[in-house]
């Protein structure tokens, strides 16, 4: 089945200590996003990737980053994780457009000692 | 800006009864609205989404939701809940002059009592 999957679903870093959160789907969409979601609240955008170009939101803070090597995998970094980047980290997949549905990964939940 | 408003933080259900989970709007322009679902340590799940068209729109699982544009609301409706219907309910909105933002309510959990 064509799907969005992430890896690994649970995360244990260090303060500090960079990260590497992975996504990949099947679906050969040209969307794909980030969002972080802390205890079950609204999903907040982070960035997006239409194909090539990046879009980046005003108020994601540097320490977030992103690369799409191609058209399957996309990737967040996490350069020097504080304790309130805990979260879920979803990523999504739409066709193209914002009038398209967006399919969701599990979700890999971060955890910064 | 877009801002998308669930003034319901629960709702509480008796199985078999209908269920109302409450969505209000604001977007620039015409809206793109949808209800997406939430099961605990899982990502969200489309249900349904309005675009353009007839104001109903039928979804996944039973759901339906009525666009109302007077009202700026996109309530989501089932006429008879299932104890598995139990979940964490967003709604978003995003708009054609947004880009590709989408904007997610709050969210509503929804207690389904057997």
């Known amino acids: 089945d064509a799907m969005v999957i992430q890896n690994p679903r649970y995360q244990v870093t260090q303060f500090g200590k960079p990260v590497t959160l992975s996504c990949s789907q099947t679906?050969?969409?040209?969307?794909m996003y980030w969002y972080q979601q802390k205890s079950s609240q609204a999903p907040k955008l982070l960035f997006h990737?239409?194909?090539?170009?990046?879009?980046n939101e005003a108020d994601t803070p540097d320490n977030f980053q992103s690369r799409r090597p191609n058209t399957s995998f996309c990737f967040l970094d996490i350069r020097s994780p504080g304790l309130g980047d805990a979260a879920m980290y979803l990523c999504?997949?739409?066709?193209?457009?914002?009038?398209?549905?967006?399919?969701f990964g599990p979700g890999t939940r971060l955890l910064v000692l | 800006a877009q801002s998308v408003a669930q003034p319901e933080d629960q709702v509480n259900v008796a199985e078999g009864n209908p269920l109302t989970v409450k969505c209000t709007y604001s977007?620039?322009?015409?809206?793109?609205l949808f209800w997406y679902v939430q099961y605990p340590n899982r990502g969200l799940q489309f249900l349904l989404k309005?675009?353009?068209?007839?104001?109903l729109v039928k979804g996944s699982y039973g759901f339906e939701a009525e666009f109302n544009k007077s009202q700026t609301s996109f309530h989501l409706k089932k006429p008879s809940a299932l104890v598995s219907d139990s979940a964490l309910y967003f709604c978003?909105?995003?708009?054609?002059?947004?880009?590709?933002?989408?904007?997610f309510g709050a969210g509503t959990r929804l207690f389904v009592k057997a």
């Open positions: 999504a997949t739409s066709i193209r457009g914002p009038q398209e549905t967006q399919y």
């Open positions: 990737y239409y194909d090539k170009d990046f879009n």
């Open positions: 309005y675009i353009t068209g007839d104001n």
């Open positions: 978003a909105v995003s708009g054609n002059t947004g880009g590709f933002k989408t904007i």
């Open positions: 679906l050969n969409h040209n969307v």
């Open positions: 977007v620039s322009g015409n809206p793109y």
